[in-house]
T-cell receptor, first 111, second 112 residues
């Protein structure tokens, strides 16, 4: 079963909007939470990652919020651009270093 | 530094054949893992190697196997191909198994 649940499956925003992608997990052994961006025909590219002892992390226009007690984390894309249109995957790494991926969210940013 | 490279990028095979995919990790990375990506199942973990030893294995049949060489390069093999094996096969590398994982462009396998 999917150990990391991701929603929504897809979303459409206008340029400048803030797409928000949410993920939830159950396994408290997860200790690292990366996000990946994937364009069609390409491999996933590491975007940003966070550890559970940090509540927020920003890199450029991408922000991760992390709620350890709720076992939830989310990705915000600030001032989104058409070039941000891609599929985004949240993931979690367990103590063995194995990545568990969410199902993915297809983001479309319209001009 | 060059990224993770995978060869070949595209492959077409017929049912019953076998295939070998190759992955060269980022220089200095000692861990390599493999994933299968399909529209229906998403990204599924196949196996992971560190210093030539398989550390983890996903829930795939024994037809799927892999290995890692002393230079950290890795190969995965699929024997007796089935139509359902058509997928994008992704290789990722990490400095060590607890680090960040960086993915290659994948090998698109089509089984006819």
């Amino acid at each position: 079963q999917q150990q990391v649940k991701q929603s929504p499956q897809s979303l459409i925003v206008q340029k400048g909007g803030i797409p928000i992608i949410n993920c939830a997990y159950e396994n408290t052994a997860f200790d690292y939470f990366p996000w990946y961006q994937q364009f069609p025909g390409k491999g996933p590219a590491l975007l940003i990652a966070i550890r559970p002892d940090v509540s927020e992390k920003k890199e450029g226009r991408f922000t991760i919020s992390f709620n350890k007690s709720a076992k939830q984390f989310s990705l915000h894309i600030m001032d989104s651009q058409p070039g941000d249109s891609a599929t985004y995957f949240c993931a979690a790494t367990d103590s063995w270093g194995k990545l568990q991926f969410g199902a993915g969210t297809q983001v479309v940013v319209t001009p | 530094k060059a990224g993770v490279t995978q060869t070949p990028r595209y492959l077409i095979k017929t049912r019953g054949q076998q295939v070998t995919l190759s992955c060269s990790p980022i220089s200095g990375h000692r861990s390599v893992s493999w994933y299968q990506q399909t529209p229906g199942q998403g990204l599924q973990f196949l196996f992971e190697y560190f210093s030539e030893t398989q550390r983890n294995k996903g829930n795939f049949p024994g037809r799927f196997s892999g290995r890692q060489f002393s230079n950290s390069r890795s190969e995965m093999n699929v024997s007796t191909l089935e139509l359902g094996d058509s997928a994008l096969y992704l290789c990722a590398s990490s400095l060590a198994y607890r680090g960040l994982w960086f993915f290659g462009p994948g090998t698109r396998l089509t089984v006819l």
